[in-house]
C-alpha cells in the first residue's frame, strides 16, 4: 500500500459527457502528479502540482484539467470525453517538487471506460 | 527528450539473479535514475534510485555506468513475485516524459 489512494476505481460513462477523478496524496507529500495508461501505449504523464500550484505540464489534452485543494489532495477532470479517453489513470504525489530526484509514490488507479 | 531504451521482453529462471538493463544517454548531470515496476492492473510500484553510485535496498541493486548513459537493475534472487514490467525513468516532470513500454520480466517456474 502506497498510501496514495483513487477514487473511484473503476469509472463507465458515455462519449461527451464529464468525469472527475480524485486523489489524496500520501500524508506530508505536497506534490501530486497524473498520468494516463492506455493499452497501446506506455505511462503518460500529464500534469503536476505542487502545494496548490501547476507545477508542470506534460502531454494533458485541453478537454482535461486538474487542480490541487488546500487539503492537498486533487482532482483530474475530463470533458466531452471521447472513446479513445479510455484508459487507466494514475495519481502519484512526492514529498517535493524536483521532479528528477524526489520518488514517486503511485495509487491504485482508476480505470475508464467510455462508451 | 526525456527517453530511455529497454529490452521489450526478458526470461528468468526462479532464483536465479536477474539484470535488466537501460540506457538513457540524454541524461543530464543532476537527473536521478528511477526504477518502477508494475504488476497487472496496479500502480506503478518504486523500486530503486540513484545519481552516480551503485546503490542497494532490500528490494534490488542499481548499477550505474561510470558516464551515466547506462544502468542495470539487478534482482539478486528473482521469486514468482518479481515478474512485472519494469521501468526505467530519469527527469519526473518533464513535459516529454513517458515511461516508455519497458522491460516485461517472465519468471520460469
Known amino acids: 500500500d502506497s498510501g496514495v489512494t483513487q477514487t473511484p476505481k473503476h469509472l463507465i460513462t458515455a462519449t461527451g459527457q464529464r468525469v472527475t477523478l480524485r486523489c489524496s496524496p500520501r500524508s506530508g507529500d505536497l506534490s501530486v502528479y497524473w498520468y494516463q495508461q492506455s493499452l497501446d501505449q506506455g505511462l503518460q504523464f500529464l500534469i503536476q502540482?505542487?502545494?496548490?500550484?501547476?507545477?508542470a505540464k506534460g502531454n494533458i489534452l485541453e478537454r482535461f484539467s486538474a487542480q490541487q485543494f488546500p487539503d492537498l489532495h486533487s482532482e483530474l477532470n475530463l470533458s466531452s470525453l471521447e472513446l479513445g479517453d479510455s484508459a487507466l489513470y494514475f495519481c502519484?504525489?512526492?514529498?517535493?517538487?524536483?521532479?528528477?530526484?524526489?520518488?514517486?509514490?503511485f495509487g491504485p488507479g482508476t480505470r475508464l471506460t467510455v462508451l | 527528450d526525456a527517453k530511455t531504451t529497454q529490452p521489450n521482453s526478458m526470461e528468468s529462471n526462479e532464483e536465479e539473479p536477474v539484470h535488466l538493463p537501460c540506457n538513457h544517454s540524454t541524461i543530464s548531470g543532476t537527473d536521478y535514475i528511477h526504477w518502477y515496476r508494475q504488476l497487472p492492473s496496479q500502480g506503478p510500484e518504486y523500486v530503486i534510485h540513484?545519481?552516480?553510485s551503485n546503490v542497494n535496498n532490500r528490494m534490488a541493486s542499481l548499477a550505474i555506468a561510470e558516464d551515466r548513459k547506462s544502468s542495470t537493475l539487478i534482482l539478486h534472487r528473482a521469486t514468482l513475485r518479481d515478474a512485472a514490467v519494469y521501468y526505467c525513468?530519469?527527469?519526473?516532470?518533464?513535459?516529454?516524459?513517458?515511461f516508455g513500454t519497458g522491460t516485461r520480466l517472465t519468471i520460469i517456474p
Open positions: 540513484g545519481l552516480t
Open positions: 502540482y505542487y502545494n496548490g500550484e501547476e507545477r
Open positions: 525513468i530519469f527527469n519526473f516532470g518533464n513535459e516529454k516524459l513517458t
Open positions: 502519484a504525489s512526492s514529498v517535493g517538487t524536483s521532479g528528477t530526484k524526489d520518488t514517486q509514490y
